[in-house]
């Protein structure tokens, strides 16, 4: 059994005991507080080391056949975020553990025409960086208790590529990788880390200039489950910027409820953040904090830039959830979460938004990101074995 399979029931109760006191109180937040902190408490093992060529066939828990666009892809644990590797055809997957670093999870690189997955990174590997891209004080790899969250892949200054990783096992960090190698030769080598401020529960995390990146802090890591001590009206994180030479500093202005995935413009002067608690995302300028443009985005996860670098797409959870629903996405079986979601795309400018991807159908729940890549979008999930392959390109029925 794992450590979720007895814990997380009763924190999925609290989550809806919150749930109902944010209904009550703010009829405009319905759903908002509840995802985060399902995610937030949500726990699975990894799968195991090793490269695997399935097909969508494949797969134990829950049914893995295509339906009408979509296509599972079921042979992952948690696939709660996803990076494109330019100019390849791999996807970086962030197989989440849990939130508070007792189970672990792993990093995948997922060859999307091969359909092979393989694990990115050693967590028992001790070497040490030439290098280090982090804080002179992280010296020590993550370990064992690796457990990834948010990720963001750029390329710096001097053309190799870095990988950010929020994680939480044996630290709450964010953790510094280059990406080396093309197709079957990539390979993560570990260059340091930046420890979170006390207190901070990290969620989601965006590059900026070289030796810099922005980061959501959900909750503090005190924070009462039984919800007593949250109250919907005020703020309970906000955004980091991070620098090398100053450290961890507050994003003036960027106070709210439950910030959840961020992503950030190509000249770093512009950060996009959602705001779960509040069913908002806003474009807001890194630098002073003001607020050039929000929209409403219900109970929206993760923020991501598409391929071609044109629009942004956020994953949502739709419609409700019951009790019952979120303590059987505890079960670490699972292969569909039974959580309706919807994926848009939004205008980086004006944030207009079109949808995407809604299928209640779908043989697979609870997205949490959305990656889309020519007329191929790729969803992630907090909870279940599977990443969906839609096909854009194919209308739905």
């Known amino acids: 059994m794992s450590a979720c399979a007895s814990s997380c029931p009763r924190f999925f109760a609290a989550a809806v005991r919150l749930f109902a006191r944010v209904s009550s109180e703010i009829k405009a937040r319905t759903v908002a507080a509840l995802p985060g902190l399902a995610i937030a408490v949500f726990s699975a093992a ?112 001097d053309g190799r590529w870095q990988l950010l990783v929020v994680q939480h096992g044996g630290r709450e960090s964010v953790e510094f990788f280059e990406l080396t190698g093309t197709g079957d030769d990539l390979k993560l080598m570990w260059r340091g880390c930046a420890l979170a401020p006390e207190k901070a529960s990290l969620n989601s995390v965006a590059s900026g200039h070289d030796d810099e990146f922005f980061t959501t802090k959900m909750v503090s890591t005190d924070v009462s489950w039984q919800g007593e001590q949250i109250d919907p009206q005020r703020p309970t994180g906000l955004v980091y910027r991070w620098s090398k030479h100053s450290g961890f500093e507050p994003v003036p202005g960027s106070e709210g409820v439950m910030p959840n995935g961020i992503a950030a413009s190509s000249d770093r002067s512009t950060i996009y953040v ?83 991807f809604e299928n209640p159908d779908a043989p697979m729940g ?12 790729f969803i992630g999930t907090f909870s279940g074995n599977r990443i969906l392959q839609v096909d854009l390109s194919q209308a739905q029925e």
């Open 46 to 157: 990894a799968l195991a080391d090793r490269t695997e060529s399935l097909t969508s066939g494949d797969g134990d828990a829950g049914h893995c056949q295509s339906f009408q666009n979509t296509r599972p892809l079921c042979f992952f644990s948690n696939p709660e975020d996803l990076a494109l590797v330019p100019g390849d055809t791999a996807l970086i997957v962030s197989e989440y553990g849990d939130h508070y670093g007792t189970q672990p999870g792993a990093l995948v690189f997922y060859d999307y025409e091969k359909q092979q997955r393989r694990v990115a990174y050693d967590i028992f590997d001790t070497s040490r960086p030439a290098q280090y891209w982090g804080e002179s004080a992280c010296t020590q790899p993550p370990g064992k208790l690796f457990s990834p969250h948010g990720i963001d892949l750029s390329q710096r200054t």
């Open 274 to 356: 959602v705001y779960s608690g509040e069913n908002l995302l806003k474009k807001i300028d890194a630098k002073s904090g003001t607020v050039l443009a929000a929209t409403t985005v219900r109970a929206a996860d993760n923020v991501k830039w598409s391929a071609d670098g044109k629009s942004l797409v956020a994953a949502s959870f739709v419609g409700s959830a019951s009790t019952a629903d979120f303590t059987r996405c505890g079960s670490s079986d699972i292969g569909i979460c039974p959580i309706p979601f919807a994926v848009v795309e939004l205008d980086p400018g004006s944030l207009s938004q079109t949808k995407l």
């Open 366 to 377: 609870a997205g949490t990101v959305g990656l889309k890549v020519g007329s191929t979008l």
